[in-house]
């Protein structure tokens, strides 16, 4: 699944990031790499979507979201 279709709240890990390599690297700059957990905060259909991971808040636009593939944490 992409990002673009995560839910509120709910905690993911990042399998891949499929976009421009200039972007991917400045993702990965950010510190979202392959295996890394995002925490969707806000999912709004129509756009952005507000997500945390490394413990900061970002707000991602639907074409970035839509290229990065996801799958779900299993709650322990």
Excluded: P, W
Excluded at 19 to 42: D, F, H, M, P, Y
Excluded at 55 to 73: N, P, Q, S, Y
């Amino acid at each position: 699944m992409t990002l673009k279709q995560g839910k509120n709240h709910m905690t993911y890990c990042v399998q891949s990031i499929d976009i421009e390599l200039q972007l991917e690297r400045r993702l990965q700059a950010l510190g979202l790499t392959e295996g890394s957990l995002i925490t969707v905060l806000n999912n709004d259909k129509k756009g952005s979507l507000s997500v945390r991971f490394r413990g900061t808040r970002f707000a991602l636009g639907k074409r970035i979201a839509d290229h990065i593939k996801i799958t779900e944490v299993q709650a322990s």
